[in-house]
């Protein structure tokens, strides 16, 4: 884990005003989750976590924070890019006018070597990057932060997942499906595609895109009881 530079502490100021959502906000310890990933949230909730969604406004480009440097490592990335999501939410709640309280942000990729398998651009592009991992192991980093007016933290869990050689017939079933899209490596382990995985090495949840014991390490470190 590392402790990095804190956030902009008017960005997690308390502000003035609010209705009684606010006041109940305030009574009780809740986080800030700035992910639109339904399994960040379910994870969050199988650990008892409070939260509220702190999401992009229409107005920023999300997308761009997750593009990728020239030469960037795997892990470099994915720390860079969950630093960068992090900012973005806390400049996002200053301007909200939203209670104080910690923002969770985090970021998975999947690697092949140096070689990032980000989200698939179209199902091209997804039957290419299921066909490197077929028969393989990758690796599969997922970095997690907590930003409050204090101070930033922020870990990182690495896994290796090795995939049986799968049939090209049932590469492009699973694409076919839709559930590649929006996923770095383009597939989920939680879907039926996990039955061509023949090993894992690490943290499920951390594949899945939140690592729950370094996240509640994190947690305990900014008052929560986990």
Sequence with gaps: MSDGSPLDSSALAPQKGGDQLGAARRSAPFIYLASQSPRRRQLLEQIGVRYELLLPRADEDAEALEAEQHG???????????????????????????????????DTTVSLGRRILGKPMDAADAIATLTLLSGNTHRVITAVAIGTVRRELLAVSRSHVTFAAIPRVAIERYVAGGEPFGKAGAYAIQSAFAAWISHIEGSHSGIMGLPLFETAQLLQQVGFTI
């Excluded at 969950?82 to 910690?102: I, N, Y």
């Design 72 to 106: 960037e490592l795997p892990a470099d990335y994915v720390e860079r890019v969950t630093r960068a999501k992090l900012h973005a939410a806390g400049a996002r709640l200053k301007a909200s006018g939203l209670p104080v309280a910690p923002i969770l942000c985090a």
